[in-house]
């Protein structure tokens, strides 16, 4: 079926968005139907057969599941099995709308989207082409050639990358250090239209106060004592392309003061100059700081946090994706194999038992060079688990400190579910008793599966 022969179903609370996507929609599809309350979903399935839903993730509804979107999905999949759906969601719900893929959702859109990106997405979704045939093919394959792994949670930031490179919004990326963030923004930069563009990146953590404003914004000669040339900024060098900014998180706040200034103003004056050069850049950053530490505003600028982050991009440890390790240490040992010219490498599989049973606390950058090590140390062809030393630097989480971790998470789990079950499943009275926003309170019940 092409979109020309399609019937499709329009859900939303915001009549803005109904009558945009209407007038969009009634040129390119057979029929268009429009409707402002997800209730009344059953009645219109019920009388009509729809090839395709567009679907909001949140309402205002009598019904409250802690998100409203999820619910509905799954009454048009009871409905109508074969109906796809198409989740509306905006920038801080990525994170559900990616949840909503794996309970049937054949795809999403992110207000506010271009609309030939969103006929691209209604055609290939009725072309029967969703999220499945995008991760083996196109930009999905792209990405996971740049990066490794086949976890559950790693497929999931391949899929959020394809879906938010594209844009120019601003991302944020957590993890610990080690766990690959510089190359998830290398990723996003070359999956983007900016990608002819420079990428930049800088250090702004190991920036000293004096050093801060001439490395990123640049001297005109004389500006200060050893000022000898005139010297283009960091955010001048990143003009038509991406500025990644790692470690964000470690600056000062005179120095969020004078970042948080550039990026509202979209312009950076060099030091001794007097005329403002305009900025046109994708910010990527990236810190290893949680993000409820980054949300002390006696560290951290909250205006400056919602200015780096419209969208973010956690990174698990690797200790959480141990499916991904034997992938990780072929990639290594195939590397380092060629520069140590010993081409016939392989791993037993005692290493690799090995390997997963290790906790990595310094993550991919640990292993990669437990790999280089071993393969160095090898007296033949095949990695036994006696040649794995993992580095005494790294000091490894113990046992007792996972049990607690485990007990924190199942206590949080257990309070969010009896807070809600005490609203009656109302989202914004359960986060507001838990001292959390709707977003955050969504995050963590995607992160518990509930």
Not at 53 to 74: C, P, Q, R
Request: glycine share 6%; proline share 3%.
């Amino acid at each position: 079926m092409n979109l020309k022969q399609s019937r499709i179903l329009v859900v939303d609370d915001d009549t803005d968005v109904l009558t945009a996507v209407r007038l969009l929609l009634r040129t390119e599809v057979k029929e268009v139907t429009i409707e402002k309350n997800p209730e009344q979903i059953p009645s219109l399935l019920a009388r009509n057969a729809y090839d395709l839903v567009l679907l909001d993730m949140n309402f205002n509804a009598s019904i409250n599941t802690g998100n409203e979107g999820m619910y509905w999905l799954k009454r048009v999949k009871e409905i109508q099995p074969a109906t796809a759906v198409i989740m509306i969601t905006a920038y801080g719900d990525i994170d559900l709308a990616v949840r909503s893929l794996k309970k049937g959702a054949a795809d999403f859109v992110v207000k506010p989207w271009h609309n030939e990106k969103l006929l691209l997405t209604l055609e290939t979704v009725i072309a029967g082409k969703g999220k499945k045939a995008a991760a083996v093919s196109g930009q999905m394959s792209n990405i996971k050639t740049k990066l490794i792994g086949k976890s559950e949670v790693m497929l999931e930031i391949f899929y959020k990358i394809s879906k938010i490179a594209p844009t120019d919004a601003n991302i944020l990326i957590l993890g610990e250090n080690g766990t690959g963030k510089d190359l998830i923004a290398a990723a996003i930069h070359e999956e983007s239209p900016r990608k002819a563009g420079p990428y930049v990146k800088v250090d702004v953590g190991a920036l000293t106060e004096s050093l801060f404003e001439s490395e990123l914004f640049g001297h005109k000669k004389g500006a200060f004592t050893d000022a000898r040339d005139d010297r283009t900024g960091r955010f001048e060098a990143a003009n038509g392309g991406t500025l990644f900014l790692d470690e964000i998180g470690n600056i000062s706040l005179q120095q969020q003061a004078k970042l948080l200034s550039v990026l509202q103003n979209r312009q950076v004056t060099k030091l001794g100059a007097n005329e403002s050069v305009p900025l046109d850049i994708r910010l990527v950053c990236a810190t290893n700081l949680p993000l409820i530490e980054l949300a002390n505003e006696k560290r951290f600028r909250k205006d400056l946090i919602y200015r780096i982050n419209t969208v973010e991009i956690v990174v698990p440890p690797l200790r959480k994706r141990k499916e991904d390790i034997p992938l990780l240490a072929e990639h290594f040992a195939s590397m380092y194999a060629e520069k140590y010219l010993k081409p016939n490498i392989r791993f037993d599989i005692s290493a690799i038992e090995k390997l997963q049973q290790y906790l990595f606390p310094g993550n991919v950058r640990e292993l990669q060079y437990t790999i280089e090590r071993a393969i160095i140390m090898a007296d033949s062809e095949k990695i036994e688990a006696k040649d794995l030393l993992f580095s005494p630097l790294e000091s490894q989480l113990t046992q007792q400190e996972e049990q607690t971790d485990h007990k924190l998470s199942t206590i949080e789990k257990n309070t969010i579910m009896r807070v809600i079950d005490k609203h009656n499943g109302n989202i914004s009275r359960a986060a507001k008793e838990l001292g959390l926003t709707r977003t955050a309170l969504y995050r963590r019940l995607s992160k518990y599966e509930l």
